[in-house]
């Protein structure tokens, strides 16, 4: 499989206290099943739909880490991303580094705040099946700060940005147990509302891509006074499923918490989640779009 293009989402995987306890929870919700893999820095285990990567669950190596789902995007190069970040107004949490053969792997922080993985493929260029039920569907950043935040995105990745309607997780889930590490495109500002404001919610395109949802690979919503001052800039990544409602009370029934109840809206039919150690994420079924 190639490695993704420059600036797609390309893996996730969420940092969790007790692996099999996380196991459990994913396996039953998404079908997933696992496969431990040893690095010079850790065990980590890989989730799989079908005998194809669909996640990663990793083992919190301090108890006062968040809990939490992270995203990463392609890297054609980790380093020169890493010195893009930085001269963007960002900050690189973990340099990059080698994970054995897999990949070289950076974390850093846009300018509000909001943590991402940078992600240069070595023998695993990261997801094998996506956009199908028990996969990997959608992010987006939520953010108090548009202005900063779309021109970082801009610098760093290139991204041409369309406003857009409110997406379906424009309500906010409730604050995370942990809140992520403090502060996790030089351009043009975003594209402005009828008020000259950066609009709500932008769309993330790549450079030369229709800019249009179908051609979509990420987006930006502004947290206004709905979200609790408490919750942190984040990103929400979005799971596929089949169907919404039997999800949520499968999650129920495995001591996950439903952070928003779910909702149909042009794009699905969804809803926020956390799981049984309290990382959120969405689920959407897009079978129920339009």
């Avoid at 919700?29 to 005998?51: D, M, N």
Wanted: hydrophobic share 40%.
């Amino acid at each position: 499989m190639a490695a993704f293009a420059e600036g797609v989402p390309c893996w996730a995987d969420v940092l969790l206290s007790d692996l099999a306890a996380g196991r459990r929870f994913y396996g039953e919700l998404f079908g997933w099943t696992f496969q431990e893999i040893a690095t010079h820095y850790g065990t980590f285990t890989r989730a799989l739909l079908g005998g194809k990567d669909v996640a990663g669950l990793v083992p919190k190596p301090d108890g006062r880490m968040p809990t939490v789902w992270n995203i990463y995007f392609a890297a054609q190069d980790a380093a020169a991303t890493a010195v893009r970040v930085r001269e963007a107004g960002g900050r690189v949490i973990t340099p990059p580094v080698w994970i054995d053969e897999f990949c070289v792997m950076a974390t850093a922080a846009d300018p509000g705040g909001a943590v991402f993985g940078i992600w240069q493929a070595g023998s695993h260029p990261g997801f094998a099946r996506r956009g199908t039920p028990g996969s990997y569907g959608w992010t987006e950043v939520h953010t108090r700060q548009p202005r900063a935040v779309d021109a970082f995105y801009r610098a760093v990745f290139g991204y041409e940005m369309t406003p857009s309607a409110r997406p379906p997780s424009a309500a906010p889930p409730a604050p995370p147990s942990t809140a992520p590490p403090a502060p996790p495109p030089g351009a043009p500002p975003a594209p402005p509302s009828a008020e000259g404001a950066p609009a709500d919610v932008v769309l993330w395109t790549r450079r030369g891509e229709p800019p249009d949802p179908r051609h979509a690979i990420g987006g930006r919503v502004v947290m206004g006074e709905e979200y609790p001052a408490v919750l942190p800039a984040h990103f929400l990544t979005y799971f596929v499923v089949a169907d919404c409602d039997q999800t949520l009370r499968t999650a129920h029934g495995l001591g996950g918490r439903v952070l928003k109840t779910t909702e149909d809206t042009p794009y699905g039919r969804f809803a926020v989640l956390a799981d049984n150690q309290g990382a959120a994420f969405a689920v959407i079924d897009i079978s129920t779009a339009g």
